[in-house]
Nanobody, 120 residues
């Protein structure tokens, strides 16, 4: 079993920054990549960013390119999402998940999610 625990969400004004963390644990934990997804009320879940554990290759959705940065700490089994220049449309519940491919929208294990609210 794999456990993913997100943290770092909150309320921020437009233009501000937040850093999300996702700590992974579990005896059998070893995925190819980790991804961040988000889902706003009434909208479909969206893949935001992803990173491979070994090489650190990254993927970003067009909507966040240049504003968000994903990184990982292999020693801590933790993935981060630094979100800069936040916009009200970034408001959503953000989830981390394990992935078998960098750009796929499919994921295997999910965290419980953390709320990000950006006020205008």
């Amino acid at each position: 079993q794999v456990q993913l625990v997100e943290s770092g969400g909150g309320l921020v004004q437009a233009g501000g920054s937040l850093r999300l963390s996702c700590a992974a644990s579990g005896r059998t934990f070893r995925s190819y990549a980790m991804g961040w997804f988000r889902q706003a009320p009434g909208k479909e879940r969206e893949s935001v960013a992803a990173i491979t554990w070994i090489a650190g290759r990254t993927y970003y959705a067009d909507s966040v390119k240049g504003r968000f940065a994903i990184s990982r700490d292999k020693a801590k089994n933790t993935v981060y999402l630094l979100m800069n220049s936040l916009k009200p449309e970034d408001t959503a519940v953000y989830y981390c998940a394990t992935k078998d491919d960098l750009t796929t929208s499919r994921a295997t294990y999910w965290g419980q999610g953390t709320q990000v609210t950006v006020s205008s």
